[in-house]
């Protein structure tokens, strides 16, 4: 079966950092691109990031670009996404997911990152 | 960044009606439409990919049609279980890109 489970949400001060990891399991990671997506409680989605297979390229929001680093560990099957210099509109679920080049296949089922002071 | 415009942005309709749910991207993006449902508190699930294929295991009364700028979710015959949000997202270039959303509540 193929599942995606999110990690490493949680309760940070801004200005923080978190590190959310992202474990592939039931398919090979290195054979999609993958995203990050986020989205505000009660509000839409709104795509964060992307890295291609071999981790080589990589694209952000213009919101998050600088701040946040997103990579993967193909060997572990595991996508990351390291959050720098955290602010109160970061507050949201996140979601990693799998895209072929087509559409969003596979997510997993989000992790709640919470900036408050 | 190319702009999605869903409409409406919200609709009540009864179980056995036919709802259209139209998305407008802000430039051609040929047939990169995708379709998500998403359920309170659950994950998105793809529905429709390149603007009119179906996913594998989702029920034939979901269709999507369109290609350019305009495009259009169908579902033929409203069943219980649809009453979700649904957002339309291209994939023609990064930034990925979705809609709105559109809100399916029970009439």
Known sequence: EVQLVESGGDLVQPGGSLRLSCAASGFTLSSYWMHWVRQVAGKGLVWVSRINNDGN???YADSVKGRFTISRDNAKNTLYLQM???RVEDTAVYY???EDGRAFQ???????????? | DIQMTQSPLSLSASVGDRVSITCRASQSISSYLNW???KPGKAPKLLIYGASSLQTGVPSRFS???SGTDFTLTISSLQPEDFATYYCQQSYTTPRTFGQGTKVDIK
């Open chain 2, 64 to 66: 999507g049609s369109g």
């Open chain 1, 84 to 86: 720098n210099s955290l």
């Open chain 1, 96 to 98: 990693c997911a799998t």
């Open chain 1, 57 to 59: 390229t990589t694209n």
């Open chain 2, 36 to 38: 998500y449902q998403q």
């Open chain 1, 106 to 117: 596979h997510w997993g089922q989000g992790t709640l990152v919470t900036v408050s002071s």
